[in-house]
């Protein structure tokens, strides 16, 4: 038997299993939870999540707002969370993070990163001395009767929950990055809120929450990453801002920090959505729920560029939207 194999042989056999490999680990953002869309066979729901599958890993990004609801979208799309890497949770509100529920049943431990923040809805404690001690009150007017433990435990509505706390820029894995931020605007003063980092061929791919620290403070933030914005997913919280305000977001994002594709969603506003498409155009794309947006691939070794003339076309190309199943 001839043990050999010729050498364009093997090259079809490695470019038919990078072929199955792709075809069996897509990149794409799956839009889970929206309050606006095209699929007659989805729950429209004030709130966000997103499926975020890239370079093999699978990350659920935000729960909505009612468990139910997301757990029909979630089975109406075909999504399967039991093989989930990873979670974000971008921030507190429950728009965010009721679906938290359904998820724990059918994938208890799965590693759940949301923001470093004491007393909020993740079982953050702190320690004992965050409140000044006076040992000449009676035991009895004694917090703890004078003897508290030493680190204050925070409850939770997920008391099973594996939450791992993210106070600062964070590579979780290659190329992934969680940002964290905080919002100086009075009605969220302070809140803390987490976005999503994709290092890609063509650039930065972005998906934030709401953008309570403000859109400009996370597009700040990624440039320190890749200065190449590719595209940005998710809320930017411009609901109740006026045309100017408006806008001059939409201006920024495009000329500013040359952001190539904007997929809006959530609280953007209406007014934003209107403002973003005439700023952008074909490079516009839609995001309701139930779409399915692809994602620019990681980088191909030159030697197959050089191999498969397709291959530069491809990785050009960019989003191909479908709606429907995933």
């Not at 000044?132 to 917090?143: E, F, G, H």
């Not at 597009?219 to 806008?247: R, W, Y």
Request: proline fraction near 7%; charge should be neutral; include cysteine.
């Amino acid at each position: 038997m001839n043990r050999h194999i010729s050498l364009p042989a093997l090259v079809v056999v490695v470019l038919l299993f990078r072929g199955i490999a792709a075809a069996e680990n897509p990149n794409r953002v799956t839009i889970l939870y929206d309050s606006f869309g095209k699929n007659p066979a989805l729950t429209l729901d004030w709130g966000f999540a997103a499926l975020i599958e890239y370079g093999g890993k699978r990350i659920l990004f935000d729960t909505g707002n009612n468990a139910q609801i997301f757990e029909h979208n979630v089975k109406a799309l075909g999504v399967d969370l039991r093989n989930l890497d990873f979670v974000v949770i971008s921030h507190r509100h429950a728009d965010h993070t009721s679906g938290i529920t359904y998820l724990l049943t059918i994938n208890p431990r799965i590693k759940i990163y949301v923001p470093d923040e004491p007393w909020g809805l993740f079982a953050r404690g702190v320690g004992n001395d965050f409140y000044r001690k006076d040992p000449s009150l009676p035991a009895d007017m004694r917090y703890y009767g004078g003897h508290p433990p030493e680190i204050l435990e925070a409850g939770t509505p997920w008391p099973g929950g594996n939450f791992i706390p993210v106070n600062q820029k964070t590579e979780v894995a290659p190329g992934i990055f969680i940002l964290s931020g905080v919002s100086t605007t009075p009605g969220t003063l302070e809140l803390k809120e987490l976005s999503l980092a994709i290092k890609s061929p063509q650039g930065l791919i972005l998906i934030v929450g709401c953008s309570h620290p403000g859109v400009e403070h996370i597009m700040q933030e990624a440039t320190t990453i890749d200065s190449h914005l590719n595209i940005l997913f998710g809320g930017l919280h411009q609901i109740q801002k006026l045309d100017p305000e408006v806008k001059r977001i939409a201006t920024v994002l495009r000329d500013q920090y040359k952001l190539e594709w904007v997929a809006p969603g959530h609280c953007t506003g209406e007014p934003e959505f209107a403002a973003l498409k005439k700023a952008f155009g074909d490079h516009y794309v839609y995001a309701g729920v139930g779409t399915i947006i692809d994602l620019p691939g990681r980088t191909i070794a030159s030697a197959s560029l050089a191999s498969d003339p397709w291959a530069r076309r491809r990785q050009r190309s960019l989003h191909i939207l479908r709606v429907g199943r995933t």
